[in-house]
């Protein structure tokens, strides 16, 4: 499951995002030249969630949270991606504030030179997609080299 909230007011079904681990540059908004428009995009691994209410309800304090542009997490994979602002919030004090309602967090490394390697094992049912077919939308993520 995967629940995302953009501008704190509307929610993004699943099928409108882009891959839950597209990209962790920083970046600049366009509109707004001033220093104070840097975001940066984190990944973080929440632990203890055992159900969509637990990734509502964090998805629910990110969303509250002064200096977080959006947000997604995702129960499955245990994780939260945030776009922030740094010089309004800190990633320690959004690790702070997830902490603080009884789940662990800590921020995902993603290193393009270490070529951090992981599996995930796959469980699928043959009447809702072929085996072809979840391969082909794992390869369309950012990083993903093989399935």
Known sequence: QLV??????????????????S?????????????????????????????????????????????????????MLKRAEVIFNPNEVSLDDIIEEIEDIGFEASELRISTENKNNFAIKLFYS???HSKSDIFDKIMTIEGVHNV
Do not use: R, W, Y
């Open 126 to 128: 043959a009447n809702d």
């Open 23 to 75: 990209n962790t540059a920083s970046t600049q908004i366009e509109d707004e030249p001033s220093a104070s428009s840097t975001v940066e995009k984190k990944f973080l691994n929440i632990g203890g969630m055992t159900c969509g209410a637990c990734s509502a309800m964090i998805q629910k304090l990110l969303t509250g949270i002064d200096g977080v542009e959006s947000s997604a997490v995702s129960l």
């Open 4 to 21: 995302s909230m953009t501008n704190k007011n509307s929610a993004l079904h699943e099928d409108e995002q882009k891959p839950f681990l």
